[in-house]
């Protein structure tokens, strides 16, 4: 429990960073916009299309009586969208981590300069592109991880009951492990940690992960919270990674005054 709260502390703690260096925060809702716009299309088109997607897979339900063809593709296509919303709450944040790679890796670095005793931070010594082709690889993989979650979700939204209650409340769960997943992933790779150490890394402190993880995931199913929190959330996650790590920190969490460029 003791994690789980100082879990949520860095998620706090990220979003007063970003608080207090306004340029990082307004620089940061650019790469959230841009996502918002796309996805908003994506999932409006999704709704306007999920009875048709519904019925070309579902001709069997032709031959029934009526009302069931009508019942069963009306909760597919319910199910459908609520898939659609949940992947969206996953990808979201590595589309948008993509988007703004710079950017992100720049703030990530300043808030470790910020809490380092000597200003300093840690560098992959990589060139941009390749650094951009390792964040791109990982986050597909991230990805690819959290698909398999949700059609395994949405398959289990058909049992009764459980469908109802156990399944939503695993889908924040899932959602905010893999939300924690690619924000950290911003400083691990800067760090020259590859993605299999890094899933090992965060296995270490499970609850500290879900309890920063966990209220995200919740606060990105609210419309447009997700761009204004994506700042805060890499600083936070950056100060999360600190601490699995065990690096040592700058006298009471103060900022190296050298440091701060933002």
Not at 9 to 24: D, F, N, P, T
Not at 99 to 125: K, W
Request: with cysteine.
């Amino acid at each position: 429990m003791r994690d789980l709260a100082s879990g949520f502390g860095y998620l706090l703690r990220g979003q007063r960073w970003v608080g207090a260096h306004r340029r990082a925060l307004g620089l940061g809702l650019i790469p959230g916009l841009i996502s918002l716009v796309l996805y908003v299309v994506a999932l409006v088109a999704l709704v306007v299309f999920a009875g048709d997607i519904v019925d070309w897979a579902t001709p069997f339900a032709d031959s029934w009586a009526s009302p069931w063809p009508g019942l069963l593709r009306g909760f597919l296509a319910v199910l459908l969208v609520a898939l659609g919303l949940l992947l969206s709450v996953v990808t979201f944040t590595a589309v948008t981590l993509v988007i703004g790679q710079p950017f992100y890796e720049a703030l990530s670095e300043q808030v470790d300069r910020s809490q380092s005793p000597d200003g300093t931070a840690p560098e992959s010594g990589l060139p941009f592109l390749r650094e951009l082709w390792i964040s791109v690889r990982d986050g597909l993989r991230i990805v690819a991880r959290a698909a398999c979650w949700g059609v395994l979700l949405f398959a289990a939204g058909f049992l009764p009951v459980v469908g109802q209650t156990v399944v939503p409340v695993l889908g924040v769960c899932v959602t905010g492990w893999f939300l924690a997943q690619e924000l950290t992933s911003v400083a691990l790779a800067r760090r020259g940690v590859e993605l299999r150490d890094q899933l090992n890394l965060l296995r270490t402190r499970r609850m500290l992960v879900w309890g920063f993880g966990i209220p995200l995931a919740a606060a990105f199913l609210i419309p447009f919270v997700a761009v204004f929190l994506m700042p805060g959330a890499v600083a936070g996650a950056t100060l999360l990674v600190r601490d699995l790590r065990q690096e040592e920190t700058a006298g009471n969490g103060t900022e190296h005054p050298a440091r701060q460029r933002f």
